[in-house]
């Protein structure tokens, strides 16, 4: 029976056929198959005390009988991952360069003892067995030679390899994993024996958000591996999202069973038309899931999206035969550390005829520089000459030391720390020699290890005590590999946790190689940034990322793109056209330079001249009976008045100030209450004059002492009483008017005590009705200079002027107001003057015969006779 081995996933034969399965094509065979066969599987170098190392560097196929349990082989077809023997060269070369030092373990030689991390139950039980008893056949037996392996370093933490980590902690021996840092597995303190010597990810999250946010990216896809470091940073990448309103487009967690290859119908949609709205993707990589994201990305063949990940896990593809590569472009947040000066040189001259025990060595010469192997020794031969690994391409072998073979050389130096700690932590103690040196347990390590603090020979600190570890910064690396094959690394800046607030992300934005078929800074949206001058409204039933814009309503704006609220604009400022900005008002107020005011201002003018004209004309004309009539002092009173009317109007007119505004209101109560009252006293006179011929003597005493004279100052006493109270209590103020007028600040008169101004308009009203029911009243009297119709008229032109006024004074705003109320001042004193001395005006100048006594008594007498 046949029984395929590959990172998780097994298969008998009948499977394969099933599946109609050929031999992989992707699986690294050789000619010489039975000369690696004679090889271990396993590189040993003595020394006096050894490291030993599990690092899987192999996928393979091998033979099983139906009823056997154990490996007739040890390998048979052979698959390399070149990143993985990147590791295993970092971890030689710490041990050469440690055993090279004379101030670290002087006098005492580093070996290891290295293991391929098979994905076998058995082989891992029988591998940890061997380096825990260097025994092959007895399990939880010692006999013979005590093993020198101090601690053990491990790709894989507790967790995931559960296999060998439970018996590795029954021994209480030292494990340094070299994995990404797992919190979990330090909390619970129930793992006394793992040590972690790779920095923290507490900041990840936060670093991968800071890169969304500088290029406004809100709408993010995520691929998460399922395991406890994957859902936990899930979790924190989420809430660093949510705080930076920044939204989850898609989430999909990836089972940490590997995709076989081979089996196109094992395809995982998860790139699929629900997630194609998102063009940014980020990829948290955990241990083995690496190989289920590579082959789901790849079936589905997208090349156009922006990637952004925590580990170089996609550079382990170098089989791949695509013209475009799908993670060009990608962002990479890589662990800062230190170039290790002296790595590069080791890996130029390491070779298989320097270190012929190392088997994977040999294997990996033949495959690059196509070897063959003698007959005779299995020697290679036929070799590329003076062939290095510094020759391959980078798809093939990358010399810059990765994150993770940082942290294996960093595995080394803290158990050579510790040792060194543990052996020499007196130093009056002589040197001890190789035989006292094993005389310790692996487990009394532990106290050196968990609290082991150094610097690194690049200067870097490395710490084990995870209480104590320093969050680390991140180089933002840009990986470039088109053409395929490429593979140039690129770093566009650096992430620090302590950098200031908006500070932290420091890019080189010209160095960025987007990814295949992106020409520009790609933008991913689910809903375009809304401009200044709208704000946003929420979708509902999506995310908060989704809205739509709505413009800003009236006086309110917004000054940036995505605001969720329009402000307000303050009363001094108005919105502009666009609502994106604030303008200065202009103050103004009813000028004469205004037309409007020029046009008041005129017409207030030209009717107190007309008015002073008729008062001269009166004058000249004071003896003619048509003056004489009704009292003509009464007529001076009024038409004097009836100026004073006119001018209080420009009052109204040009800036206002605090006594203008005093004067305006008191100026045309008093002055209005006098013509108001001088019209009653001339009604009053016309009823009393026709009155007197009767035989009422208290008539004709009314009439010659003058009593409708007191009228007026009565009538004005009271107002000014009004007024008085008015100006004492609440008087007329400058105001500002910010909202009537778009645009402007429109300084008025406040009229203060609004209760007081109604009673004086009250009261002037009543005046004027009382005043126009008399004339009503007196309107059948005898016409000849009579003008008591005249008086009905102008009183009922005064009044409708007025109850119009009201309700369209109510109605306006600003100088609207103002104007109305020039308006109504004007028209009120032109309505008396004309109603009431046109018809006068009329007969002076124009029929002067009807001026007179003759003329009078003959237009008496035709009117008899026409009568009778």
């Known amino acids: 029976m046949v029984e395929f081995k590959d990172v998780g996933t097994e298969m008998n034969s009948d499977s394969i056929l099933n599946h109609g399965m050929k031999r992989p094509a992707l699986v690294y065979t050789l000619e010489n198959e039975a000369c690696l066969l004679r090889r271990s599987t396993s ?97 939880n037996y010692t006999c013979g030679t005590e093993s020198k392996c101090a601690a053990v370093l491990t790709e894989m933490p507790w967790g995931t390899s559960a296999q060998i980590g439970p018996l590795l902690e029954l021994y209480r021996f030292p494990q340094v994993t070299f994995d990404s840092f797992d919190p979990t597995l330090m909390d619970t303190g129930l793992y006394p024996s793992l040590h972690q010597v790779a920095p923290k990810d507490t900041y990840l999250a936060l670093a991968m958000v800071s890169l969304m946010l500088h290029f406004h990216w809100t709408w993010i896809g ?3 591996t399922e395991s406890q470091k994957g859902l936990q940073f899930l979790s924190d990448v989420r809430a660093e999202m949510d705080r930076n309103r920044v939204c989850v487009a898609f ?61 170089q896990w996609h550079a382990d593809l170098n089989w791949r035969d695509f013209i475009h590569d799908h993670f060009h472009g990608i962002f990479i947040f890589s662990h800062h550390h230190e170039e290790i000066s002296h790595f590069k040189n080791f890996v130029q001259q390491a070779t298989p005829f320097k270190y012929p025990e190392d088997t994977y060595l040999i294997m990996y010469w033949s495959k690059n520089f196509h070897c063959s192997f003698s007959a005779s020794d299995c020697a290679l031969k036929n070799c ?71 610097n690194n020979p690049a200067g870097d600190q490395v710490n084990l005590d995870w209480r104590r570890k320093v969050d680390s910064e991140y180089d933002l690396l840009n990986f470039w590999n088109f053409p395929e094959g490429l593979r140039l690394k690129v770093k566009l800046g650096i992430f620090s946790s302590h950098a200031p607030d908006g500070q932290k992300l420091t890019l080189s934005e010209y160095m960025i190689e987007w990814a295949t078929e992106v020409t520009e800074i790609p933008h991913s949206v689910c809903s375009e940034s809304c401009t200044p001058g709208f704000r946003k409204s929420p979708q509902e039933g999506k995310a908060a990322c989704c809205f739509d814009c709505t413009p800003c309503a009236g006086n309110e704006i917004t000054n940036d793109t995505d605001m969720e609220q329009c402000v307000k604009c303050p009363d001094a400022q108005y919105a502009n056209t666009r609502r994106n900005n604030c303008l200065g008002k202009t103050v103004t107020f009813l000028a004469y330079e205004d037309p409007i005011g020029k046009f008041l201002a005129g017409t207030a003018l030209s009717l107190t001249v007309l008015t002073a004209l008729v008062l ?78 009767g035989p009422s003597r208290r008539m004709r005493q009314l009439l010659v002492s003058g009593a409708p004279n007191f009228i007026i100052p009565i009538c004005s006493l009271i107002q000014l009483t009004l007024c008085g109270i008015w100006m004492g209590t609440n008087p007329p103020y ?11 600040i429109i300084i008025v008169c406040n009229k203060g005590s609004l209760t007081a101004f109604y009673c004086v308009l009250g009261y002037l009203g009543s005046l004027a009705m009382v005043s126009f029911t008399v004339a009503f009243l007196a309107r059948n009297l005898p016409e000849t200079f009579n003008e008591a119709k005249f008086l009905t008229f102008s009183m009922l032109v005064f009044c409708s002027v007025w109850v119009t006024f009201l309700p369209v004074y109510h109605s306006s705003k600003g100088k609207a107001m103002v104007v109305m109320e020039v308006f109504s001042i004007l028209a009120s004193s032109a309505g008396l003057l004309g109603c009431i001395f046109a018809p006068k005006c009329y007969i002076i100048l124009l029929r002067p015969e009807r001026n007179s006594l003759s003329g009078f008594k003959s237009k008496t007498h035709s009117g008899r006779e026409k009568s009778s």
């Open 222 to 224: 995520l691929l998460i």
């Open 734 to 744: 400058i105001d500002t008017d910010a909202h009537s007028e778009h645009g402007h």
């Open 43 to 139: 590189v040993r170098r003595d020394g006096d005390v050894v490291i030993g190392c599990f690092l899987p560097l192999y996928y393979y196929i091998y033979y099983t009988g139906i009823l056997d349990i154990k490996p007739v082989t040890d390998f048979y077809f052979i698959q390399h991952t070149p990143n993985n023997y990147q590791n295993y060269l970092a971890f030689t070369f710490a041990i050469e360069e440690i055993n090279t030092n004379p101030h670290l373990l002087p006098n005492i030689t580093l070996g290891y003892e290295f293991h391929n991390f098979i994905y076998s139950h058995w082989r891992m039980l029988e591998n940890s067995f061997i380096l825990l008893t260097r025994q092959h056949e007895i399990p």
């Open 616 to 693: 001269a004309l009166f004058l000249k004309h004071q003896d003619t009976p048509i003056v004489k009539a009704n009292n003509r002092a009464l007529s001076y009173t009024l038409l004097i008045s009836l100026i004073c009317c006119f001018l209080c109007s420009l009052l109204f007119i040009g800036k206002p100030w605090p006594a203008t505004c005093i004067f305006q209101q008191t100026t045309f109560a008093v002055v209005f209450t006098v013509a108001v009252a001088t019209v009653l006293a001339k009604t009053m006179t016309v009823v009393l004059a026709f009155k007197v011929t």
């Open 251 to 311: 989430m999909k967690v990836l089972s940490n069973v590997a995709v076989l290859y081979v089996l196109s119908e094992k395809k995982h949609k998860i790139l699929s038309v629900d997630t194609s709205s998102a063009n940014v993707v980020v990829i948290y990589y955990d241990t083995d899931s690496a190989n289920d994201i590579n082959y789901t990305i790849m079936q589905n063949f997208v090349t156009w999206k922006v990637w952004v990940t925590n580990s």
């Open 384 to 454: 590329t000459p003076n062939a290095s690994l510094a020759w391959l391409p980078l798809n093939q072998f990358e010399t810059a030391m990765s994150d993770r073979s940082y942290n294996i050389y960093n595995a080394v130096y803290a158990v050579a720390q510790a040792l060194h700690a543990m052996l020499f932590e007196e130093v009056q103690r002589p040197p001890l020699s190789s035989r006292q040196v094993m005389m310790f347990s692996p487990w009394q390590l532990h106290s050196f290890l968990k609290y082991i603090q150094f």
